[in-house]
């Protein structure tokens, strides 16, 4: 079983940058895929953002270009870099891992959840 946990959420005005982490304890997490989700108010949960055992990744279409995901091994972390925040990017962002093979964006695939990290953008 791993926990985890995230960190990096804050306070941005819009067009700026924040960077998220997902500290891992008690597995490693490169044997994992792993993902970002987030939860805006009165939203489901959408996907962000993943990336696999093998380090490919895969993005919603709204953060294509802006957002990217990355892992470090040595830190048994992943990172999630956001760049020109949109103020509709308000959310819960949520760091999420799988055993199982399937498609990333299906969040009933993921085995473990960190308890989130509240992200907001101002206008």
């Known amino acids: 079983q791993v926990q985890l946990v995230e960190s990096g959420g804050g306070v941005v005005q819009a067009g700026g940058s924040l960077r998220l982490s997902c500290a891992g304890a008690?597995?490693?997490?490169?044997?994992?895929?792993m993902a970002w989700f987030r939860q805006a108010p009165g939203k489901e949960r959408e996907f962000v953002a993943a990336?696999?055992?093998?380090?490919?990744?895969n993005y919603a279409d709204c953060v294509e270009g802006r957002f990217t995901i990355s892992r470090d091994n040595t830190k048994n972390t992943v990172y999630l870099q956001m760049n020109s925040l949109k103020p509709e990017e308000t959310a819960v962002y949520y760091c999420?891992?799988?055993?199982?093979?399937?498609?990333?964006?299906?969040?009933?695939?993921?085995?473990?959840w960190g308890q989130g990290t509240q992200v907001t953008v101002s206008s």
């Open positions: 008690g597995r490693t997490l490169s044997t994992y895929a």
């Open positions: 990336i696999r055992r093998d380090d490919t990744t």
């Open positions: 999420a891992a799988r055993v199982v093979i399937g498609p990333p964006g299906l969040s009933n695939l993921y085995d473990y």
